[in-house]
């Protein structure tokens, strides 16, 4: 025994929905292009960000390389120097 009169206007099984219904489908429709949006700026903002990352490891890599080549051609040279020094000048090790 429903009677037309007794329904909510916009409610379940309503035929149409109330001007207020609308409008919150809407404020939610943009609101779900707004979170599609950040969602697709942020997916692109991680791959730039996985890319640097690999970028600056790369680079850490290739200078900790070079510091330990340095380190070692130091070594070598100053073992160097210090063998000539002592077989080709007589001086002993310095004091």
Do not use: C, W, Y
């Not at 791959?47 to 970028?55: F, N, V």
């Amino acid at each position: 025994m429903t009677n037309e009169t007794n329904r909510v206007p916009g409610a379940a099984g309503s035929s149409s929905p109330s001007s207020d219904q609308i409008a919150v489908l809407m404020a939610i429709g943009r609101l779900e292009g707004k979170v599609d949006g950040f969602m697709t700026a942020q997916i692109a903002q991680d791959r730039r960000l996985d890319d640097h990352d690999a970028r600056i490891r790369g680079n850490e890599k290739n200078i900790s390389r070079v510091a330990g080549a340095l380190a070692l051609a130091t070594l070598l040279f100053g073992s160097i120097f210090s063998f000539l020094r002592v077989t080709v000048l007589g001086v002993g090790p310095p004091s």
